[in-house]
Structure formats: structure tokens, C-alpha cells
């Protein structure tokens, strides 16, 4: 028995050396790679929607403060096989990357105000669309003033697209496309249209988040389903009547009483300039319980949250921030994540909600 137990002890010995010995060989790191490569990359990349369906991707739902599970500000809207998104916020192209998602049927982007975070990433995605494939300039639909970020992105990274042309060329990357054209979307009542196109409407909803003036939200009509995105905004009950019946309500979202909790910590701990950001932010943001009275007076189907603010660091701080939602809405509404897809099968009734990764 003990003759046994030597020669098994033995074989493990041998067959761990001869492991090790492995690992350790110059050749099996890069056999590896290869291997994690093909596996990684020779994924195929989602498809969004279906001919005839409209759905709504969470690229970024979280708010300026840094949350590590959070995107800044963006949506993306697809419409059979168009794609549109909403605002741009840090860290949101990376995740359409992460994610696969094909970057050259990007068709247009609407900004609903010009906050850092929700068009941080507009150089990025320019130059992404670009690579990806892009052969016509980028369309930036947004308020009185989007001609002046977009003509400051193209020229910040005009440098960068010149190196690129030059050093993979004119042919792959052509210069003459890859810069941005900025549409003006002016305002003169509640809402106006954007376009209408290949059976996709596009409205754009005043809203309102002063000092910021305008602001926007928007609302997707297509194939007799429909998605209305709040863009930043304080309660504001004209956008329930331009939402009125929508499949999908994505509103913003920020809980008062945990941003007050947070500023007094900061005030207790001498940071009174961040302090004084945590005070002065509540008169122009929705709570959770306003963005559901919000979804009920528009009669929405399914209400999302997103622009999350405070970060939520644990199911407990999300607990707090979503006391009293079901009181106002017991159900219809989900908290929204990066990754949250919705899709509306063209014609019918059906929200289907499942998570991209």
C-alpha cells in the first residue's frame, strides 16, 4: 500500500514538473495568445435589432462623479439596422468596443446638451466610426451651439486623423470623411421634428435643466414602437406629455438624499468646492420617485433609470436610492446598467430586456 501511495505521489510530482516546465517554455505564452485571440476576436459581433425592430443599448448610465461600474451619459438606438446614440459620455465608446458593436452603421448622433459628460467621448467616437468604416462625415444633430463642439472636436483631433491617413492610407482611412457635421436642432415650442426617414421619426423634446438652456431629450418612433430618452432634466411634466404612450421611457435619475449625504461628508472632511457641487445639483435633476410619476402620467410600458447619481457601491445604497419607486409605480420600471439592451419587436407588443457583454 505504501509502495502505492510512493508511486502515485511520484506520477503527480512528474506530471507537475513536466506542467511547470511547460509554462515556463517560450512558446507556450504565444500559443496561448493565440488561442485567447481567436476565441476573443473571432466572436460574433450582436446584432441590435432585427429588420423592423427598434431597440434602446445603456452604453453609459452613470453620472460626472467616477462610479468603476459606470459609463458616463449614452444611449444607442437602433432601428433595424441604423444605429443613432444619444450623447457621448466618458467611457461609453469603449464599452460599445468591449461589446463589439459594429461602429460603422453609426448613422448619427444626437447631443441633448453640451455637459462634459455627456459629449466627453465625441473625438473618440468620430475617430472609431472612422476606423470601423465610416465613408461619409459623422451627423451631430443637437441644440444652438453643437456647431461650435463639433468644429472644436474636428479640429482637436485633426492632427490625429492626418498621421492616420498617412500611415495607413488615403484608400482605408480617407481623409475627406472622417470629420463631424453638426445639425442644429432649433426650438421654438415643446418639441420639433429632427428627421423622418425610413420609417425611423425622430423628435426632439425641450426639457428642463436650467442654467443649461436649451436642453433636449428625444423620443424614436419606428415600426409602431417607441423610445423616449429624458436627457438631463428636472421634473418637467410637459416631457410626459411628448413621451405620452411610449413602449420605453429611459430617464434620468439622481436621489437627493444620498448626494445631500455625500456633501455633508465632504464639508466634515474640508473638501467644501466638491461640497458646494453636491449642494448646488438637485434643483435641475429628477428624483427616482419624480422620473415614475413622470412614466405614469406619459403612460409609458417600461420606465429605465439611468444617469445614476449618486455611484451606488452595493445592493444596500441602491436600496436607498429606489425608496418610494414602487409606492408610485409598483411595476414597469427597471434600474439600468451598462450593458441594459430593450428591444421592441416591430408590430407588436413585446419589450424584451436582456444584458450585452
Known amino acids: 500500500m505504501r509502495r502505492m501511495i510512493l508511486i502515485a505521489a511520484a506520477a503527480i510530482a512528474i506530471l507537475l514538473a513536466g506542467v511547470w516546465l511547460t509554462i515556463l517554455s517560450p512558446n507556450v505564452d504565444v500559443w496561448l495568445y493565440r488561442k485567447m485571440a481567436a476565441h476573443i476576436i473571432g466572436r460574433p459581433q450582436p446584432q441590435l435589432a432585427q429588420p423592423g425592430e427598434l431597440s434602446v443599448l445603456l452604453c453609459g448610465t452613470g453620472s460626472p462623479l467616477p462610479d468603476p461600474n459606470r459609463a458616463s451619459g449614452c444611449a444607442l438606438v437602433a432601428a433595424g439596422d441604423r444605429y443613432y446614440i444619444v450623447d ?16 460603422e452603421k453609426v448613422d448619427g448622433v444626437l447631443l441633448t446638451h453640451f455637459h462634459s459628460d455627456h459629449i466627453a467621448e465625441l473625438g473618440e467616437l468620430r475617430l472609431q466610426t472612422w476606423g470601423a468604416g465610416r465613408r461619409t462625415p459623422l451627423k451631430v444633430y443637437g441644440p444652438p451651439g453643437v456647431a461650435d463642439v463639433v468644429a472644436g472636436f474636428n ?103 444620498l448626494v445631500g449625504i455625500l456633501g455633508a ?69 427597471l434600474m439600468g446598467r451598462d450593458g441594459t439592451l430593450i428591444r421592441l419587436p416591430g408590430h407588436s407588443n413585446k419589450i424584451e430586456e436582456t444584458t450585452i457583454e
Open 155 to 257: 479640429q482637436a483631433y485633426a492632427h490625429d486623423a492626418d498621421y492616420r491617413t498617412l500611415h495607413h492610407g488615403e484608400k482605408f482611412l480617407p481623409r475627406e470623411v472622417v470629420d463631424m457635421v453638426a445639425i442644429p436642432i432649433p426650438m421654438n415650442g415643446a418639441t420639433t421634428p429632427v428627421f423622418n426617414h425610413g420609417g425611423l421619426k425622430v423628435t426632439a423634446i425641450k426639457v428642463h435643466h436650467d442654467p443649461v438652456k436649451p436642453a433636449y431629450g428625444y423620443r424614436f418612433d419606428f415600426d409602431g414602437r417607441s423610445v423616449t430618452i429624458s436627457g438631463d432634466t428636472a421634473y418637467y411634466e410637459p416631457l410626459a406629455v411628448a413621451a405620452r404612450g411610449s413602449d420605453v421611457l429611459v430617464h434620468e435619475a439622481q436621489s437627493n438624499e
Open 88 to 103: 457621448v459620455g466618458l467611457s461609453s465608446v469603449r464599452n460599445l468596443l468591449l461589446w463589439r458593436i459594429p461602429l
Open 265 to 333: 461628508a465632504m464639508t466634515e472632511a474640508g473638501r467644501t468646492r466638491p461640497a458646494k457641487i453636491m449642494h448646488d445639483i438637485p434643483d435641475y435633476h429628477t428624483t427616482p420617485v419624480e422620473a415614475a410619476r413622470i412614466a405614469n402620467l406619459a403612460q409609458a410600458k417600461l420606465l429605465v433609470f439611468t444617469h445614476i447619481n449618486p455611484p451606488l457601491p452595493n445592493f444596500l445604497a441602491e436600496r436607498a436610492f429606489l425608496r418610494g419607486v414602487s409606492d408610485i409605480r409598483p411595476e414597469g420600471w
